[in-house]
C-alpha cells in the first residue's frame, strides 16, 4: 500500500530515518522529553534513536558532571583541537571542567592558527564523540 501511495505521489515514510532526521532538528529540551517518554515505552528504539541522533554539538548538552567525564578521558591535544571549532562559551566551559594541567596543555593548541588543520580539528572532534557514545553505551553518561 506505501509502494502504491508512493507512486500516486503520495510520501513513502522511512520510520527511523525520518524520526531521527527531526531528533537532529529539535532543541535539547524538546528532544530530551520526547525520549523520556519514548524510554518508557521501548528502551531499546530509544537507545538507538538517542546514539543515532548524536553530533559533536550534542556534547554541549551534557550536565557538567558528564561533561567532564568525557573531556578528561582525552588527551589535551586533541581537545585542543577539537575546541579550537567551537564557541568560547563552550570552550571555557570544556577547560574549567578539567585539571589545570591539562587546561593549560589544551589552551595551548587553542592559541595556534589552527585554520589549515580544519580536517584534523573535525578528526579531533569525532574522536571526542564516539568516546562520549561509548560512554553513553557503558551508561557512564546520559544524554537527554
Given at each position: 500500500m506505501s509502494q502504491n501511495n508512493a507512486e500516486n505521489g503520495g510520501v513513502f515514510?522511512?520510520?527511523?530515518?525520518?524520526?531521527?532526521?527531526?531528533?537532529?532538528?529539535?532543541?535539547a529540551s524538546d528532544k530530551a522529553k520526547l525520549l523520556k517518554n519514548l524510554r518508557l515505552r521501548n528502551p531499546t528504539l530509544a537507545k538507538e534513536l538517542t546514539e543515532s541522533c548524536l553530533s559533536f554539538e550534542s556534547i554541549w548538552d551534557l550536565d557538567d558532571e558528564c561533561l567532564k567525564t568525557v573531556v578528561s578521558q582525552v588527551?589535551?591535544?586533541?581537545?585542543?583541537l577539537a575546541l579550537s571549532l567551537v564557541h568560547v562559551k563552550n570552550q571555557r566551559r570544556a577547560l574549567s571542567l578539567i585539571s589545570r594541567d591539562m587546561a593549560l596543555k589544551a589552551f595551548e593548541i587553542l592559541q595556534k592558527d589552527l585554520t589549515g588543520n580544519r580536517t584534523e580539528c573535525f578528526r579531533a572532534q569525532l574522536k571526542i564523540l564516539e568516546?562520549?557514545?561509548?560512554?553513553?553505551?557503558?551508561?557512564?553518561?546520559?544524554?537527554?
Open positions: 515514510i522511512n520510520g527511523k530515518n525520518q524520526v531521527i532526521e527531526l531528533l537532529q532538528k529539535m532543541d588527551k589535551p591535544a586533541i581537545l585542543g568516546l562520549a557514545k561509548s560512554l553513553h553505551r557503558n551508561r557512564t553518561i546520559q544524554f537527554y
